[in-house]
C-alpha cells in the first residue's frame, strides 16, 4: 500500500485496501511494518482483504534508517524482527517479504513461521524470491543494492536510443520520408 495510505489509522487503512483491491484491480495489498501496525493489518485482515506483510528493508521508511542500509544485523534487532514476523502471521497475513537482512535471519524467520517468506535481498532460505525489475534490467544506473543481479544494462541500451535520436531531430535526419503519412 502506498506510503500514508495506512499508517495514520485503522479505518483509513481498510478503506484504503479495500479501494486498492476495488478499484485498482489487485488481489492483495502489501504492508511495510510489524508491531506498530498490528491494528490495522488485522483490521484489513477482518475485512476479508489479503495481506503480505514486508518486514526488514522498508523502502516507504527508509528516510528512517537513514538510507539502504541491511536489517536486523543486532541481536535486538534480529529478535524484534522475528517477533513481528511471528505476530504479522498471527494476524493473518498470507506471506511476508523480507527486504535486505542477514541471511541467517530470514532462516530463522522462514524455519519459524508456516506461511510462506519471499526474499528480496534476504539469501537463499527463503521460500520465494523477489527482484525489481528495474534492477535486473540494469535500468537504474545510480545504485544498485548488493542483492541485485543485473541480467541486462538496458539502463545503457535506452540511454543509447535517445541519444540517437535527439542526434537524428537535430541533424533532421528524423522524421525520413518512410515516417510520415502522405
Excluded: W
Excluded at 545510480?142 to 541480467?151: E, G, L, N, R
Aim: proline share 4%; with cysteine; charged share 25%.
Amino acid at each position: 500500500m502506498p506510503f500514508m495510505s495506512y499508517e495514520a489509522d485503522v479505518y483509513s487503512a481498510v478503506i484504503n485496501a479495500g479501494r486498492i483491491i476495488k478499484e485498482g484491480g489487485a488481489q492483495v495489498v502489501k504492508i511495510e511494518g510489524g508491531s506498530e501496525i498490528i491494528k490495522q493489518i488485522k483490521a484489513i485482515v477482518e475485512a476479508k482483504i489479503p495481506v503480505i506483510g514486508h518486514l526488514g528493508l522498508t523502502p516507504q521508511a527508509i528516510n528512517k534508517f537513514g538510507g539502504f542500509k541491511v536489517q536486523g544485523r543486532n541481536k535486538k534487532d534480529a529478535t524484534k524482527l522475528i517477533n513481528d514476523a511471528k505476530m504479522l502471521q498471527e494476524a493473518g497475513v498470507c506471506a511476508v517479504v523480507l527486504e535486505a537482512i542477514p541471511e541467517n535471519l530470514a532462516k530463522e524467520v522462514t524455519e519459524s513461521l508456516t506461511i510462506p517468506t519471499i526474499g528480496i535481498g534476504a539469501g537463499r532460505y527463503c521460500d520465494g524470491q523477489v527482484l525489481v525489475l528495474d534492477d535486473m534490467l540494469g535500468m537504474f544506473v545510480d545504485f544498485t543494492p548488493k542483492f541485485a543481479k543485473k541480467y541486462t544494462n538496458l539502463g545503457q541500451i535506452i540511454q543509447n536510443a535517445v541519444k540517437n535520436y535527439i542526434d537524428e531531430v537535430q541533424k533532421g535526419k528524423f522524421p525520413e520520408e518512410e515516417n510520415t503519412y502522405k
